[in-house]
Nanobody, 127 residues
Framework: VQLVESGGGLVQAGGSLRLSCEVSGFSWDRFEDYGIGWFRQVPGKEREGISCIGPKDGNTYYADSVKGRFTISSDSAKNMVYLEMTSLKPEDTAVYFC??????????????????WGQGTQVTVSS
């Protein structure tokens, strides 16, 4: 499974960005068989799972740090997952990664232990 993120960039505090994650490389399985998550990492800090989704049933998870500001969605026809980020704050500055894992091995509500990762996209929020 391969993942490619796009949509990062520089934005002022209070602004919005939309990240996209294209998922490909399925063999016997399908996009709906996977949980997809967005994670972020700042140098010197642990990677944070901020939002995850199960495309099959639409189950979602949000970390408290982004709840009410970020929205995750998926498009099974396009094998895409999106992260709509609004009311951005300087502390949202990080490299954002999307990741995937077979649904049988993860719980969306925990948003952790994903094995397939994209290369990341930088999001910088200026004050």
């Amino acid at each position: 499974v391969q993942l490619v993120e796009s949509g990062g960039g520089l934005v002022q505090a209070g602004g919005s960005l939309r990240l996209s994650c294209e998922v490909s490389g399925f063999s016997w399985d399908r996009f709906e068989d996977y949980g997809i998550g967005w994670f972020r990492q700042v140098p010197g800090k642990e990677r944070e799972g901020i939002s995850c989704i199960g495309p099959k049933d639409g189950n979602t998870y949000y970390a408290d740090s982004v709840k009410g500001r970020f929205t995750i969605s998926s498009d099974s026809a396009k094998n895409m997952v999106y992260l709509e980020m609004t009311s951005l704050k300087p502390e949202d500055t990080a490299v954002y990664f999307c990741a995937a894992e077979y649904l049988g091995w993860v719980e969306i509500e925990k948003c952790q232990d994903y094995d397939y990762w994209g290369q990341g996209t930088q999001v910088t929020v200026s004050s």
